[in-house]
């Protein structure tokens, strides 16, 4: 009688055991799992960050550029009005 019973311990233990394997493989799976969204997630704050910088730079290119074409805009407008002037006194 009392093997049966160290038998049929044995069996539950066992079963316990493989359960307990399943849940720490389930458990290792989702951990990878999470580990690679974090990466994604990490690389995805570093092309954000990449990108809002070069959008600052592209931004202040872009004002330097607008004023410089306002500037010589006025410098052609002062040339034209000139050569309208020296045409008109010709």
Aim: a negative charge; one cysteine or more.
């Amino acid at each position: 009688m009392e093997s049966v019973q160290v038998f049929k311990d044995h069996c539950k233990m066992a079963k316990e055991f493989c359960d307990v394997k399943k849940e720490m493989a389930l458990l290792e799976e989702r951990k990878k799992k999470l580990m690679a969204e974090l990466d994604d997630d990490e690389k995805e704050n570093l092309d954000a960050a990449r990108l809002e910088r070069e959008f600052r730079e592209l931004a202040e290119e872009n004002q330097t550029l607008i004023s410089c074409h306002n500037h010589y805009s006025e410098q052609l407008e002062i040339l034209r009005v000139q050569n309208q002037k020296r045409q008109g006194s010709s």
